[in-house]
């Protein structure tokens, strides 16, 4: 498994490595809280060691010496130092708390900036589904067990040296014979960490993926369904679920495991003290004072100290969420925009392939010596049996990727030396699944152009035939789409994701052509829509569509790679034996008769073929 590989990397300095980084970035934010924090956390440790230290006051000065005058003293102080204790502990929890929340909030936002900065490679390569439970388990992990662990370390760290200074000041004898347990716990302590480092790691990515499996498989229901795949998908999960059951029940062993290790080591350590202590004050005749308060001191050390050493298991944890943060933030884009690179300047949005070559990361060539021109304000279509290279040719035009070799142009610009921001901005993109965001249908319309107003909103809505079946929705334009949202047909979907791309208003149009057949009224809606946003923009259409391939200006016919003919239907046709003309009969043969009918109606009112 991937996590035995990359855990054994996980060393004591990289420990430290991670801890220093998290500290240099939000460090310096919170320093005011912290100053305040280590206020609290200083009165919490005093009055703790006080209470110790007073012990000794009380056995001697009181029972010892009978001095009842002290009496209200002693008490009225022990009531201020309980008093002191519990507001410090309330100021520091709130203050540990609010650090810890506001942490959470900054690794999320910047985790958010991340995942829009990076290339459409990277989602390619990684599963969403696994993608965000990992960033939900790891950032929710961060901020738990981050604030558990800084209260501990924070209180109990310096709890417990206040109460070892009274320790000392009581009793240095005593204290060197209740402190040689402290190596032994020491040492197994680490020995366990390590193995907890490991299965906390497996943990967090068996999770992810469990979530990530969940996930998929709820989202592609249908398919399941209609592959009657629900009992295979439940025992592949189920194997996922027992694996991450067992990990689970692992970490709970090993870090349980320290329990009775340092309460056998500690009863050794207090039976030793009393041992002691009680021998000397039979045969040396000391006050019982001191031994009291040290008791007391020791005591009260006892439970800090075990937090303490628990904190570190709960540190490990985070530091292993921790760094599954960084490295999802320390992934850099692979292609940036080139030093000093200008704004695209498009006039009226030619587009040129010089040669192209390309190869997705490691693979064989998708693309080959590739060269073609769409004209400006004109449709050209591109065909190809699947996996010929169509999509590649669209992914590359938005830059998604970079040609490994060749020029793309845009009015005669190189697109790889303008910003990628200018380069998208003039281009609409129509994708073959329709796919529409969280929130309301005028939200998702307007996408297209953050800054339309409500009137240029309402008229692409309107041009792409959507105004109809919006206005019947229960809350009209306010209607939420989206995973919570109402379910729309395939063609309503389509209509909405053509006026984003109406809106956009770009001079160039990408658009893959829905596959999916839908049915004939919404069919004749959604190519009116789309009529309207090709109408005098430079389009290039991955056609699926007879009719669509039948009406381009020009057609491009790829073929493994290489763009094989080029032409209109007609020169193409006349081509007996050519790679169109056999394309075109295969579909011919494959469309519907009903289709064909549909058809034609459209090619008259176009002025038939051209
Ligand atoms: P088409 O759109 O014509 O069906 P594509 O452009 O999607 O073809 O794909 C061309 C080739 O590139 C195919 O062999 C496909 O397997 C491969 N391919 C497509 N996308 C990726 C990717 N993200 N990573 C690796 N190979 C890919």
């Not at 900054?106 to 829009?116: A, E, S, W």
């Not at 906390?200 to 989202?219: D, Y």
């Amino acid at each position: 498994m991937a996590a035995e590989s990359t855990s054994g990397r996980f060393g004591a300095g990289e420990v430290v490595t991670v801890l220093k980084r998290m500290l240099a970035e939000n460090g310096r934010e919170y320093v005011g809280y912290y100053a305040l924090a280590v206020v609290c956390l200083l009165a919490f440790a005093a009055t703790t060691a006080f209470t110790a230290y007073i012990m000794r006051d009380i056995v001697d000065l009181l029972f010892t010496e009978k001095r009842y005058d002290l009496i209200w003293i002693i008490s009225g102080s022990i009531v201020v130092a309980f008093t002191i204790r519990g507001l410090a502990t309330y100021g520091q929890a709130v203050l540990l708390a609010k650090i810890g929340n506001n942490l959470v909030a900054r690794y999320q936002r910047r985790i958010v900036d991340q995942l829009m900065r990076l290339g459409v490679d990277f989602y390619t390569t990684t599963r969403s589904g696994q993608l965000a439970a990992r960033i939900n388990e790891n950032v929710t992990g961060i901020r738990d067990i981050l604030s558990m662990t800084l209260t501990a370390i924070a209180r109990d760290a310096v709890s417990l040296i206040a109460l070892l200074g009274v320790m000392v000041y009581q009793d240095p004898v005593l204290s060197v014979v209740a402190l040689v347990i402290g190596p032994p716990i020491l040492i197994s302590v680490n020995y366990l960490m390590r193995r907890l480092r490991r299965a906390t790691r497996e943990a967090v990515e068996v999770n992810s993926r469990l979530v990530g499996a969940m996930q998929e498989a709820t989202q592609g229901i249908t398919i399941v369904k209609a592959f009657t795949m629900e009992q295979q998908l439940s025992d592949k999960i189920g194997i996922l679920i027992d694996f991450a059951e067992a990990r689970a029940n692992r970490i709970a062993r090993i870090s349980e495991r320290m329990t009775p290790v340092t309460e056998i080591l500690a009863g050794l350590a207090i039976a030793g003290v009393i041992a002691y202590a009680g021998y000397r004050s039979a045969v040396a005749q000391e006050s019982p004072g001191a031994v009291m308060s040290f008791i007391t001191a020791l005591l009260l050390a006892y439970e800090p100290a075990k937090r303490l050493a628990r904190v570190q298991a709960n540190l490990e944890r985070a530091l292993v969420n921790a760094r599954m943060i960084y490295e999802i933030l320390d992934i850099e884009p692979q292609q940036g925009d080139r030093p000093g690179a200008g704004d695209l300047k498009v006039g009226k949005g030619e587009v040129a392939f010089r040669d192209v070559e390309f190869a997705y990361a490691e693979g064989s060539p998708v693309l080959l010596g590739v060269s073609f021109k769409a004209r400006a304000g004109k449709t050209t279509a591109i065909v190809g049996s699947s996996g010929a290279g169509k999509s590649t040719i669209v992914a590359l035009l938005q830059r998604f990727y970079d040609p490994s070799a060749g020029v793309i142009e845009i009015d005669g610009q190189d697109i790889a030396g303008v910003t990628k921001q200018s380069l998208r901005r003039s281009i609409a993109y129509v994708s073959q699944q329709p796919y529409l965001f969280e929130g309301t249908i005028r939200d998702n319309i307007r996408y297209g152009r953050p800054e339309a107003s409500d009137a240029e909103v309402d008229e692409a809505a309107r041009l792409a035939q959507a105004a109809e079946f919006i206005a019947a929705q229960p809350h009209g334009w306010n209607t939420m789409v989206g995973e919570n949202g109402v379910t729309l047909s395939g063609g309503q979907r389509q209509r909405l994701s053509i006026a984003r791309a109406i809106l956009r208003d770009a001079p160039i149009l990408l658009l893959d052509e829905a596959t999916s057949a839908l049915d004939n009224e919404s069919e004749a809606k959604v190519q009116r829509a789309l009529d309207t946003v090709m109408q005098g923009r430079t389009t290039l259409v991955i056609a699926h569509r007879l009719s669509t391939v039948v009406n381009a200006d020009h057609i491009i016919v790829l073929e493994s790679g290489r763009l094989v003919e080029e032409g209109t239907h007609r020169s193409l046709l006349a081509k007996p034996g050519g790679a169109y003309a056999r394309f075109h009969f295969m579909q011919d043969r494959a469309d519907e008769a009903a289709e064909v009918v549909a058809e034609k109606p459209r090619r008259r009112r176009t002025g038939g073929v051209r």
